[in-house]
């Protein structure tokens, strides 16, 4: 059973949009189908998790919808005990996760207001309906790591669950490709930062004539993922943001707007919307100063000419990377990228931004790039040229190859198992009811019935 509830609920916890779902469908008739403590599950939560997942191509194993309610009921299991334990979700994380997930949504239907059109409701109250619902998943997702904290694996148990594994049920590993990488981030002219506060202040101007900071920050921000929220970024700690950006947002009033911070991303000005506590949420619009052309074509030049030196064995690319390049992460380590999303040296291409895609297809592996534009994780923009190192074909997973890998399938095993027994022990001590018209599912037998 655990399987499927850490399988479908990263589901649910990505494809979110059914609670509105149930919004369009007039005609469905609700009624309370299980309380688990003081937590309800309705026939609509079922019958819309069920639609959502069949609209995302989802295939249960049996019936959809005695597995949605089986995982529904471990959610509420889990949510009860997390507030019973007192745990907490920061505001912050919980519109940082709205966001994000807003934001995938918004990619795959076109636009914030083809969403807005297809659901009949502004994008703030798509916003409102969403954020308990979120703030529950995240809670439930604590109380899950708190069950399982501390938990670890030897390499003798990721040995003995590889070989205890059907070897017709052992997953493919997509092709993983080796990057090594020379940096160079263009600096901007003092001309350029100059420039750079001057429409800052002018922007300050409009906002003491009376302009709407929130209006002039979609209109003007370079943070796109706050300008079209009116540059608001939710509640953050200090150590959540750049130093010198909280100390400008932390040292305002209600409404106050700061003086032009610098921060590592560039210009901004800053206006406290609220405080909470040892939060803050403020708006902001950021102006990064541009790069004049003759300072990237110097970048671009001067990368070309180490490519050069580089393809006429002068130069080993990890010494010049150790010597040139400005990506502190890489430059000490042979030039060689690391996959943010579990720090190992392996990237498949779907997780390469396009203009890394695009570098890296064209490449055998040993060849040298062409100088070309990417972005750095703070969105500035910066001149690379890179190497494909070592390109490991797709495959099964091998213990030499994929350990760490297999670790990680390993662990989640174990985890699961770990909170399988913790529901297990709950649901004989919490209050549960099951409604007759489902007490039909067979996983309701093991337990889940008093």
Not at 25 to 32: E, G, W
Not at 43 to 57: T, Y
Not at 316 to 325: M, T
Request: proline share 3%.
């Amino acid at each position: 059973m655990i399987q499927k509830i850490n399988n479908t609920l990263c589901i649910l916890l990505f494809f979110f949009i059914s609670v509105i779902t149930f919004g369009q469908n007039k005609l469905m008739i609700d009624q309370v189908v299980a309380v688990v403590g003081d937590k309800i599950i309705l026939q609509s939560d079922i019958e819309n998790q069920v639609l959502q997942l069949m609209a995302q191509g989802y295939k249960p194993q049996g019936d959809a919808k005695c597995e949605i309610l089986e995982e529904l009921l471990a959610q509420k299991l889990l949510l009860t005990q997390a507030e019973l334990d007192s745990l907490e979700v920061g505001m912050n994380r919980v519109e940082s996760e709205l966001e994000r997930r807003l934001t995938y949504f918004i990619r795959q239907i076109g636009s914030e207001k083809k969403l807005e059109e297809y659901y009949n409701k502004s994008i703030l109250e798509i916003k409102e309906d969403f954020r308990p619902l979120i703030r529950e998943q995240l809670l439930t997702q604590m109380m899950q790591s708190e069950i399982v904290a501390g938990l670890s694996i030897t390499p003798k148990e990721v040995s003995r669950f590889f070989k205890n594994i059907d070897p017709d049920s052992i997953p493919m590993v997509n092709a993983q490709y080796e990057i090594q990488q020379i940096v160079i981030h263009p600096m901007a002219s003092e001309d350029s930062r100059a420039a750079a506060r001057e429409k800052l202040l002018g922007l300050r101007q409009r906002i003491q004539d009376g302009e709407r900071f929130s209006t002039l920050a979609v209109l003007y921000s370079e943070d796109p993922g706050s300008a079209r929220k009116g540059g608001e970024l939710g509640f953050r700690t200090k150590d959540e943001l750049d130093p010198e950006f909280a100390k400008a947002a932390f040292s305002l009033k209600d409404d106050g707007v700061s003086r032009i911070v610098e921060s590592a991303f560039g210009f901004h000005l800053i206006q406290l919307v609220a405080k909470e506590g040892n939060q803050a949420n403020v708006r902001h619009i950021l102006v990064k100063p541009k790069v004049d052309i003759d300072v990237k074509i110097k970048a671009m030049s001067k990368l070309d000419s180490i490519a050069t030196l580089i393809r006429l064995d002068s130069l080993k690319f990890g010494h010049a990377a150790a010597k040139f390049s400005e990506d502190e992460q890489s430059k000490f380590n042979d030039g060689i990228m690391v996959n943010p999303t579990n720090s190992s040296t392996k990237l498949e291409l779907d997780e390469l931004p396009q203009e890394m895609y695009t570098a890296v297809q064209k490449l055998k592996i040993g060849e040298i790039s062409s100088p070309f534009e990417s972005t750095d994780d703070k969105g500035d923009v910066v001149y690379k040229i890179i190497k494909v190192k070592r390109i490991i074909d797709a495959h099964k997973a091998s213990i030499k190859d994929d350990f760490e890998s297999i670790e990680q399938m390993a662990l989640s095993i174990k985890q699961q198992s770990i909170i399988k027994d913790w529901i297990d022990e709950h649901k004989k001590k919490t209050y549960i009811h099951i409604d007759e018209s489902i007490i039909h599912c067979d996983f309701l037998k093991q337990g889940w019935i008093k």
